[in-house]
């Protein structure tokens, strides 16, 4: 009867009675589900907490001994962060934006391995001098970082680097070409090992541990003996440099004659780029459209820039200009098509690099010009470089006397204060490498080592740690400060966002080659821990099953650090 025949109110009166009902039994429903779900948590965190183990009183022991004895945590935490951040940042500075992801990598891979192992020094220090026993996981530690640096600079990096240099046009066939360049150094090195094998095998002592010290004998000498004297330079000029950057006299100049050398070498890096230019085109005019190796000069015309950006005539008159031996290709040969490809690619990397330098040459001679304007103003001026854009306002004007107090008063005098720290400690060190024959050969030459004065006069775990990591740090960034500025004028060069591949993998390559002897030299500067009849992790892996007439070859080239600094500092190979 109601659908039949429904009245206004009695229809609106049982709507409102069925949406009340409906409401009251989602409610209801809402609740037990919410009671249904919070009963199951709770029977979940009960079972969790039947089943959760206990931790043993050992295993807290060893906890709260890794965490509060001798910072070894945070240290080593601070080690992995800082040696990733200090890649990564050192990677984003240097590398140009067309170098590969594999090759950023390797590169990344191989700074982090370097630099774990400087910086597990002062653990393997302090673990040493303050607690009986060192931390679990040390050896491993030591053992992974020094035998993949190893590997690293001496068969993976190498190949790699070969590998991107090589303008073959497959990856099988750049890589066959960088087994092939790295033949003589792998011969040389298999050589070596054949004939330590023969020698041990004739004493009867030939074991894995035998030719893993027979390894570790050769990477040291070759390591100390080149890192020292790479050192000894970086002892003498980093202090050097930062004296002379504080003072005025001559900073002009110096920026000028820079200007001068580096646009003499962008001029010959655009004419040896215009050569092979002029090559590409003449190969690619002088060869059939339909010939068989039509794709792979289409390959070296893409990679080749326009010949009128960087001439300003003709084809022909380019022809008529370049020598004989430039032009000397040929087509029919995939192998000629490779060398030219090949000298292509240098000369675009040399000339991409090479004019970075030039513009940061020219930033560099105006913000020197600028800054020798601002002293000699007599109105306190801070004068900016064309490049800089002018502050404007009275918070402009603020900002220029901050400027210009901190530029020209308070740098000179900061500078100066860290030549002179920087020069204490480069005294220091080169004392102690001139006389560490001394103390193997007395055994107590304490007084000879600085760094081992201030070793011994550590009262904290933390002061130890800094006394440990400021010098071996120094020592590593005047040995890499060495290999930077052998880049500036070798077969390598470090620029600023604009360096490539190969440059970027030999000097990740030189890095891990270098860390680890460098390293065993520092702790080779600290008698103290052998007169506390204490040996170091890394020293008894370093020292294990070598001979002693191999362990005193580590010495030689150390004692004549002394004269070398010297010549250095008095400019005798200028």
Known sequence: SFLTSPSSSSLSFNVARVSVRREAWRRLSKASQFRTRHAHRARRRRRRRRRRPRTSP??????????????????????????????????????????????????????MLSLSIVALVPLDVVSTMRA???????????????????????????????YEDAADFSSVLRLKRA??????????MFGLVTIGSVVMLASESLSLSSLRAYGIVLGNVWGISTGVLLMGFGLVDVP????????????LQRAYKRVAGVSRSLHE???KLAAQVTAVATTSRVMPRRHELRWAMSAIENETPEFASVHRGSLDDAMDAAEDDVLDYDYDELNDLVKLRRTVRRCVRVYNRTRAQYVLAIESAFQCEALESSRTSSMRRMYRSPTVSVRDGSLGKCLDDLEYTWTVI??????????????????????AESTIWVGTTLGNADQLSMLSVLVGNAETSSALHIVVAFPLFYMCGCAFYSLFKLGMFSFYQLVPRNTDAYSLLVNASLVCRYSAPLSYNYLMLLPIIKQSGKVTTFSQ?????????????????????GLFCLAIALNWFD
């Open 269 to 271: 890096a655009h004419a």
């Open 58 to 111: 050992e295993r807290g022991a060893f906890a709260m001994s890794w965490t509060a004895s001798d910072g070894t945590a945070s240290w080593a935490l601070t080690v992995g962060a800082g040696t990733a951040l200090t890649s990564a940042m050192a990677l984003w500075y240097f590398a140009s934006p067309s170098v590969s992801y594999r090759a950023r990598a390797q590169v990344v891979l191989a700074w």
């Open 541 to 561: 892996k370093m020292a294990s099953n070598v001979p002693e007439v191999a362990g005193e070859l580590n010495v030689i080239v150390p004692a004549f650090l």
């Open 132 to 162: 009986d026993a060192p931390p679990e996981g040390l050896a491993g530690a030591w053992d992974w970082a020094y035998w993949s640096t190893f590997a690293s600079t001496w068969f993976i990096i190498p190949l790699h680097q070969c």
């Open 410 to 431: 308070l740098t000179p005098i900061l500078l100066r204060l860290l030549a002179a720290g920087l020069t204490f400690f480069s005294v220091s060190i080169i004392m």
């Open 240 to 251: 050097r440099s930062i004296w002379l950057r504080a003072g005025y006299a001559g900073r």
């Open 179 to 188: 087994l092939r360049e790295n033949g003589i150094m792998f011969g040389i």
